[in-house]
């Protein structure tokens, strides 16, 4: 309000300067026009001495020059006077606004005591609600960075189901494959002790069968026999 009203003031200055200056230009525009209607309406009489002489031109041209420098004079002394009014209702312009704006605000002043009260209430309001705002824009968020965090939980359970699923799978597999590997290991080894049973009775066999040739050789040797027979030195290949 404060500017509107400078703004205004300052218009109004101007619009009064403004049609001063064309009253001033008005006016030395019909001085002057008038003046020269004057000198050429009248013409004054040449003027003659006692004698019946007439005066020199020079006289008339001092005297021209004179009535001009009085003219010049009153031109300016009136110019003055119109600089001093200018600068006398400058003055007064300027001492009105102060006083308009020391009345405004005075009359602001008295506005805003008598309002203080409503207007406490209104920026309590205004606070309140402003509180209210940022506290459910704060328990949106809230909400917001739980759902993100369940969604991620749930994410990282998923993986880690996954991921028992997948090691449950390896590891079937590789009981699987272990049992496999025991059921061929234990049928080896039965195939072993089996060719180990017959490789011990082979030998037990052979071992009989040398003991009984010794015992038949000695015979011979003792002439415990009614013969000689031959000799036979074959013996089977053993392990």
Not at 32 to 40: C, D, I, L, P, Y
Not at 150 to 164: I, T
Not at 187 to 210: A, D, F, S, T
């Amino acid at each position: 309000p404060r500017d509107k009203d400078k703004k205004m003031r300052s218009k109004s200055r101007e619009a009064k300067r403004s049609r001063r200056r064309e009253s001033r230009s008005r006016s030395r525009s019909n001085t002057a026009t008038s003046r020269r209607e004057k000198e050429r309406a009248v013409s004054p009489p040449e003027k003659i001495d006692i004698f019946g002489r007439a005066l020199s031109k020079r006289s008339a041209v001092d005297e021209k020059q004179k009535k001009e420098e009085e003219e010049k004079k009153a031109e300016m002394e009136r110019q003055r006077r119109i600089r001093q009014q200018e600068i006398e209702e400058r003055l007064i312009e300027e001492e009105t606004a102060r006083r308009v704006e020391e009345l405004v605000a005075k009359r602001v002043e008295e506005e805003l005591e008598k309002r203080k009260d409503e207007i406490e209430r209104e920026v309590l309001r205004r606070v309140e609600e402003a509180k209210r705002i940022m506290e459910k824009q704060l328990l949106e968020e809230l909400e917001r960075q739980r759902q993100a965090e369940l969604a991620a939980q749930k994410a990282r359970e998923e993986e880690e189901k996954s991921k028992r699923e997948e090691l449950e799978k390896i590891l079937v597999e590789n009981n699987r494959k272990i049992a496999d590997a025991q059921a061929k290991l234990a049928e080896e080894q039965l195939r072993i002790v089996e060719e180990q049973r017959k490789i011990h009775e082979e030998r037990m066999k052979l071992e009989q069968e040398r003991q009984k040739q010794q015992k038949e050789e000695q015979k011979i040797i003792l002439g415990k026999g009614k013969s000689r027979p031959k000799l036979s030195f074959s013996l089977k290949a053993s392990e």
